[in-house]
């Protein structure tokens, strides 16, 4: 059974930019949330998706935003890139109902 | 607004010795998740604990949840070099949302 995949797995990017990074959760999964995680903060939820709905969100400015497609899979926008937005983006699936997350391999994001 | 608060932040600790790291929370949650993550990878479920008292192990990791005192932990029995890695606990704020407590970075000795 494949596990999440993550794409791109690393990317560079200059302040201002604006980038995509996508997540494929795990065949049955349907719910599916973003984290960052950087060696200040620790790890942060953005956001969770289930079935095209954004159910939650965290403290995070309108410039990070999500969506998730009929198939599940799910992707976050950062627009205005800052260097402060430089981070390993971790996103998990989950079965609905059951607790335990399953964590992608991540996008590590670096903003020049 | 929920807290999770982990300590030690760091623990270095020789091969064969006990430890336990503790995760303590601010707000009243009956569930807590345990999470590890090597350098560089992504994290992986250790432990679901889903209500007062519930103990889980599996091999020489076992955790443990008091919800009275907003409290759990994870003893590790007679440490080995491939227990290294960050242990992460983690508890629900509200539905479909998380906080995850700093972090406790592991560092076994041989």
């Known amino acids: 059974k494949a596990g999440v995949t993550q794409t791109p797995r690393y990317l560079i990017k200059t302040r201002g930019q604006q980038v995509t990074l996508s997540c494929s959760p795990i065949?049955?999964?349907?719910?599916v949330s973003w984290y960052q995680q950087t060696p200040g903060q620790g790890l942060q939820f953005l956001f969770e998706?289930?079935?095209?709905?954004?159910?939650n969100k965290g403290n995070f400015p309108g410039r990070f935003s999500g969506r998730q497609f009929s198939n599940s899979r799910s992707e976050m926008n950062v627009s205005t890139l800052e260097l402060g937005d430089s981070a390993l983006y971790l996103c998990?699936?989950?079965?609905?109902?059951?607790?335990?997350?399953?964590f992608g391999p991540g996008t590590r994001l670096t903003v020049l | 607004e929920l807290k999770v608060e982990q300590n030690p932040l760091f623990l270095s600790m020789q091969e064969g010795k006990n430890y336990t790291i503790y995760c303590n929370y601010s707000?009243?949650?009956?569930?807590l998740y345990w999470y590890r993550q090597d350098p560089g990878k992504s994290l992986e479920s250790l432990f679901v604990?889903?209500?007062?008292?519930a103990v889980k192990q599996e091999g020489r990791l076992m955790a443990s949840l008091d919800t009275k005192a907003r409290l759990s932990t994870l003893h590790i029995t007679a440490a080995v070099h491939d227990l290294s890695a960050t242990y992460f606990c983690?508890?629900?704020?509200?539905?479909?949302?998380?906080?995850f407590g700093t972090g406790t970075r592991l560092k076994v000795l041989a």
């Open positions: 998706y289930f079935s095209e709905t954004q159910r």
């Open positions: 983690a508890v629900p704020s509200g539905t479909y949302k998380y906080i």
């Open positions: 065949s049955g999964h349907r719910s």
């Open positions: 604990l889903l209500s007062n008292g």
């Open positions: 998990a699936s989950s079965l609905p109902g059951e607790d335990t997350q399953y």
């Open positions: 707000t009243t949650s009956d569930r």
